[in-house]
């Protein structure tokens, strides 16, 4: 499967933990998006990547959290202090700029719950 | 900025019925438009998009939508439901220039009755 990938599928951790997700794009895909979904919402913008550069954040992206991608591969979303508020599905999406006329390829998302 | 508003959160339609799934947009710049669709427990799956060129765009499963710059609308038909399309349909909107992040509307849950 040359797809979109996410690890893990699903999260639960207490108030106050640290967690980490992990995406990996289609292989020759330089830009990387997050997106967090809440029930009954649409996606929302949190950051993304052009190669290893982190180039927007949302204000959605508290200092709580980070994302990385350092070596313009696969991504990180680090949330520190989790808040049941964080509780959502994380989505990652890759494209191919320019070229990919902005056609977002998503994962199957991470589910986070915070208890 | 940018914005889509999809009317009605929840659509019902008999099979073989017509399925039209409403969405209009806001965008200060020339828009790049989407459907994608959400089946339960799956992520998001790509129907179809707009960026330049022909205003009627089809997609898979037999979806297609309009653009239409004058009415800013980009509404999502199929002539003839099927139970398997019952999901979850999102619109969403970006821009042609360098961050081209997607804006996305709330959804319209789609329930194809027997």
């Known amino acids: ?115 | 900025a940018q914005s889509v508003t999809q009317l009605g959160s929840h659509v019902s339609v008999s099979e073989g019925a017509l399925v039209l799934l409403r969405c209009n947009y806001s965008s200060s710049v020339p828009p790049y438009l989407f459907w994608y669709v959400q089946y339960p427990n799956q992520g998001l799956q790509l129907l179809l998009k707009y960026t330049t060129g022909a205003t009627l765009v089809k997609g898979i499963n037999g979806f297609e939508a309009e653009f239409k710059k004058s009415e800013t609308s980009f509404h999502l038909t199929k002539p003839s439901a099927h139970m398997s399309d019952a999901a979850e349909y999102f619109c969403a909107v970006s821009g042609a220039g360098n961050n081209r992040k997607l804006i996305w509307g709330l959804g319209t849950s789609l329930a194809v009755n027997p």
């Not at chain 1, 967690?19 to 020759?28: A, G, K, M, N, Q």
């Not at chain 1, 509780?87 to 902005?102: Q, V």
Request: some cysteine.
């Open chain 1, 1 to 115: 499967d040359t797809g979109v990938s996410q690890d893990p599928r699903h999260k639960i951790t207490k108030r106050g933990q640290n967690v980490t997700f992990r995406c990996d794009p289609i292989s020759e895909h330089n830009r990387l998006y997050w997106y967090r979904q809440t029930l009954g919402q649409g996606p929302e913008f949190l950051t993304y990547f052009q190669n290893e550069a982190q180039l927007e954040k949302s204000r959605l992206l508290s200092d709580r959290f980070s994302a990385e991608r350092p070596k313009g591969s696969f991504s990180t979303l680090e949330i520190q202090r989790t808040e049941q508020g964080d509780s959502a599905m994380y989505l990652c999406a890759s494209s191919l700029s320019p070229g990919g006329r902005n056609e977002q390829f998503f994962g199957p998302g991470t589910r986070l719950t915070v208890l």
